[in-house]
T-cell receptor, first 114, second 111 residues
Framework: DTAVSQTPKYLVTQMGNDKSIKCEQNLGHDTMYWYKQDSKKFLKIMFSYNNKELIINETVPNRFSPKSPDKAHLNLHINSLELGDSAVYFC?????????????FGPGTRLTVT | DAKTTQPTSMDCAEGRAANLPCNHSTISGNEYVYWYRQIHSQGPQYIIHGLKNNETNEMASLIITEDRKSSTLILPHATLRDTAVYYCIVIYGGATNKLIFGTGTLLAVQP
């Protein structure tokens, strides 16, 4: 069974569209994250939720809205997609929040905006 | 900004130990040293972490100097599948768990 799964794996869409990426973890973890890896391979955190509560919100355009319906799921909705949103988006989870807990990453969603 | 410095790339012969260095001279007492790796086109994978003591698990060993200003990740018997970018990350042990990835070390294991 996959510990952290993401759907879809690939997403190609046009500028201006709205799209969602879903993430699920079956590890029983309390904390989930979204990271973005751009074309230069830099990985940056975007958001973190702990027990459905937003705890990290980096400087991300408000076109990006995370939603956590329960602690096993963290979805990312993106409005009015722009070319610069093209990237690989990784979801991750950890048992709890705090620096002593390792994070487990999903396989990524490769978003291409044309 | 990442608080660590790593070599851009390293080579290692298959079957030999791979020793990946990391400098974190500004580390504070409550900050952990973590290692993750990213194999091409996959999500980052947790390897090991430590605070003060050396650590070993089924994947690797982590050696932290006594002054904690540097560390070395050791893969005891590198295989071709260990070719990846290895990230050394320093993270505060407090309430939030925000990983800040630098550029990492590209380890190329040669046959």
């Amino acid at each position: 069974d996959t510990a952290v799964s993401q759907t879809p794996k690939y997403l190609v869409t046009q500028m201006g569209n709205d799209k969602s990426i879903k993430c699920e973890q079956n590890l029983g973890h309390d904390t989930m994250y979204w990271y973005k890896q751009d074309s230069k391979k830099f990985l940056k955190i975007m958001f973190s939720y702990n027990n459905k509560e937003l705890i990290i919100n980096e400087t991300v355009p408000n076109r990006f809205s995370p939603k956590s319906p329960d602690k096993a799921h963290l979805n990312l909705h993106i409005n009015s997609l722009e070319l610069g949103d093209s990237a690989v988006y990784f979801c991750a989870s950890s048992r709890k929040t705090g620096g002593s807990y390792e994070q487990y990453f999903g396989p990524g969603t490769r978003l291409t905006v044309t | 900004d990442a608080k660590t410095t790593q070599p851009t790339s390293m080579d290692c012969a298959e079957g030999r130990a791979a020793n990946l260095p990391c400098n974190h001279s500004t580390i504070s007492g409550n900050e952990y040293v973590y290692w993750y790796r990213q194999i091409h086109s996959q999500g980052p994978q947790y390897i090991i972490h430590g605070l003060k003591n050396n650590e070993t698990n089924e994947m690797a060993s982590l050696i932290i100097t006594e002054d904690r200003k540097s560390s070395t990740l050791i893969l005891p018997h590198a295989t071709l599948r260990d070719t990846a970018v290895y990230y050394c990350i320093v993270i505060y042990g407090g309430a939030t768990n925000k990983l800040i990835f630098g550029t990492g070390t590209l380890l190329a294991v040669q046959p």
